[in-house]
């Protein structure tokens, strides 16, 4: 079993590939690892998770209050999702929180992960829910996370971010980064035109290698129904900018032919250049 200094060690590198690979902006994100029935060790606030080190992480109990650590340092306000999940889900062991731009872009236009595109996903993450918006740093996200907690170990937080949980570190950021991966992939795809989704029978025999490979945690099947009316709408680039017009209305929009002219303006200026 790892000391504790050795999972300091490794929320630091963690912390380091998070912020490296752009899951968070500036000092966002959080990490958790439940060390036993009544600790937990915690990311500090205000601090960007790519400049931690060991002597910055915070030991707290499972509510919250901090046990020890530099005085110069707090654990993050978002510790009560960590916390709620912890209370729910018995066999999870650490809780990764961050903002990765793809998965979040889902998040923001409220389509949620859960169809069956990658087998890898499938059998990892499988479909991926959206918790309703809720106050960062109130119980506002957790109360409003509880109904998927039972059911998935990675959850999009509506216009926010995204949780990712495991059985230790590794484990639950491994699921961070194949959220982001999908929700790329997804993303890219939609961009082409079409998403071809798996069929069910597949999808089972995917979901059946998870017992193979002894993986643990919880995943939803994934559904097989074609891409939604909100999904269909992006692809013909329709909805976003409809919604734009139907806000802005007459107040201090741009013409089209304005922004034509913009357009002509700098590419010439490129030509010139
Ligand atoms: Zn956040």
């Known amino acids: 079993m790892a000391t504790e200094f ?18 968070v902006a500036s000092n ?32 707290c109990d499972l509510d919250g209050n901090v ?7 707090k654990p993050s306000s978002e510790v009560k999702m960590h916390l709620a999940v912890y209370k729910a889900r018995p066999d999870i062991k650490s809780v990764v ?10 998040a923001v236009a409220g389509i949620p992960l859960d169809k069956c ?15 309703p918006y809720g ?4 119980m506002e996200i957790p109360d409003r996370m509880m109904p998927f907690i039972k059911d998935s170990d990675v959850i999009l937080l509506e216009n926010h971010g995204a949780l990712t949980f495991g059985t230790d570190l590794l484990n639950a950021y491994h699921k961070m980064e194949t959220l982001e991966h999908t929700a790329n992939i997804v ?3 939609i961009q082409l035109g079409n998403v ?23 995943v939803a099947a994934c559904n097989t129904a074609p891409l939604g009316q909100e999904s269909q709408n992006i692809m013909a680039f329709g909805q976003y900018s409809k919604n734009q017009k139907q806000e802005t209305n007459d107040t201090n929009t741009v013409s089209e032919d304005a922004i034509k002219e913009i357009v002509g303006k700098v590419l010439d200026k490129l030509r010139n250049s």
């Open 6 to 23: 050795e999972i300091k060690k490794q929320i630091v590198e963690i912390g380091k590939r998070i912020w490296t690979r752009g899951y």
């Open 196 to 218: 071809n989704i798996m069929p069910s029978k597949e999808r089972d025999r995917l979901l059946a290698l998870r017992e193979k490979f002894n993986l643990t945690g919880e």
């Open 117 to 131: 595109v990658l087998p890898e996903a499938i059998i990892v993450i499988g479909a991926v829910p959206i918790a």
């Open 28 to 59: 966002d994100g959080n990490m958790t690892v439940k060390l036993n029935d009544k600790e937990i060790l915690a990311t500090p606030t205000g601090i960007s998770k790519g400049y931690m080190t060991e002597d910055m992480i915070i030991k």
């Open 135 to 138: 106050l960062p740093s109130t």
């Open 67 to 73: 046990i020890s650590g530099n005085p110069k340092y």
């Open 97 to 106: 929180h961050a903002h990765p731009p793809y998965a979040t872009s889902f």
């Open 187 to 189: 993303w890219k795809s």
